[in-house]
């Protein structure tokens, strides 16, 4: 099994129209949206929601009913300003202390401190992950809830479902929309991956994110390709980065050119492959189909040495 993860470094640089692009003309692949802090692949591929599991990451402090003593103790100690006198009263006091569990950080310093045992933590449901059906073949998807935390870790989750049901359905590949930056999402992403293929813009800051991603991609030891999408609309640039890309051992595969038909595609909730066969839709062909020719010569991923789940039918 090989995992192509489709980055960007920085985000509106078109890596999506690519993932979804790729895959239209993939055959045998499961789709996996990563970019769980801003996921809008699902705006394209419409998937059709067959699984649906909670994500807890985490925990938060919960106050025991008929415990508390209002003694204040946590509300004094809480850093986070996530303790309340406004709780529910008990058969020892009118009114006791509650936690408000968006601004709990679940340090746990309140439950060392309390010394009536009245604290308690329960785990923090983050969001949701789902298993899909779209046009194109599954798809592994997610939903954070707002202001929600441990996106890599729901990334390192999403990727386990895409191998397994990868392996279920015998599909040999894994597409996945990386995050853009380079934080633990990113890592989440590419740790294990077979090839990361680079999706950048020819401006200033598209390059200096892309430098910034290429090198951590390197650090993690996955090699990288490039392409420069809208890569007419400022040829310096785009030759700068191509040559910057080469410094790092990353070859340049691909120009896509800038093609109005993207945003037409977009509009309509297609791929451009589907809407288009325009300048747009060939370079993205013959990207893919120089992709998958890297990916053919890299040895099939263990996927971040990722523990399989328990085998399940979805
Ligand atoms: S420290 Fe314990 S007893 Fe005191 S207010 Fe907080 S929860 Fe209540
Ligand atoms: S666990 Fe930490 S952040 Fe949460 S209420 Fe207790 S002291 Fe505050």
């Not at 300003?81 to 709990?104: E, H, I, L, W």
């Not at 934080?183 to 401006?203: R, W």
């Not at 093609?259 to 309509?268: G, S």
């Not at 990916?295 to 085998?311: E, F, I, K, N, T």
């Amino acid at each position: 099994m090989k995992e192509l993860v489709v980055i960007s470094g920085k985000g509106g640089t078109g890596k999506t129209t690519v993932v979804a692009s790729f895959a239209s003309l993939a055959e045998k692949a499961v789709v996996a949206d990563c970019d769980v802090d801003a996921a809008d692949l699902h705006l394209i591929l419409s998937p059709r929601i067959l699984r649906r599991e909670n994500f807890t990451g985490g925990a938060k402090a919960r106050i025991k009913p008929g415990h508390c003593t209002a003694c204040g103790k946590c509300e004094e100690l809480c850093r986070f300003d996530a303790v309340y006198f406004d709780g529910p009263g008990n058969g020892k006091q009118p009114k006791t202390f509650r936690v408000d569990t968006v601004a709990c950080e679940g340090c746990g310093v309140c439950f060392d401190y309390c010394a009536e045992k009245a604290i308690e933590f329960e785990p923090a449901v983050c969001g949701q992950w789902f298993v899909s059906a779209t046009r194109f073949g599954p798809m592994v998807h997610a939903r954070l809830g707002l202001a929600a935390e441990n996106s890599g870790k729901l990334v390192t989750q999403l990727r386990r479902v895409a191998q397994q049901v990868a392996s279920q359905e015998k599909r040999d590949l894994i597409l996945c929309d990386g995050s853009p930056g380079i934080g633990c999402p990113v890592i989440a992403s590419l740790s294990g991956a077979s090839l990361a293929l680079f999706v950048v813009e020819p401006t200033a800051s598209g390059r200096h994110d892309f430098l910034r991603v290429a090198r951590l991609t390197a650090q993690l030891g996955v090699p990288g390709v490039m392409a420069v999408n809208k890569a007419d609309l400022n040829e310096e640039v785009t030759k700068s980065l191509e040559e910057s890309a080469s410094e790092l051992g990353v070859a340049a595969i691909g120009r896509i050119p800038y093609d109005p038909a993207v945003t037409r595609a977009q509009i309509a909730r297609k791929t451009v492959i589907e809407a288009s066969d325009g300048p747009a839709a060939q370079a993205i062909r013959v990207l893919w189909t120089k992709t998958l020719e890297c990916l053919d010569r890299r040895p099939s991923s263990a996927v971040g040495g990722l523990v399989p789940l328990a085998v399940r039918n979805f």
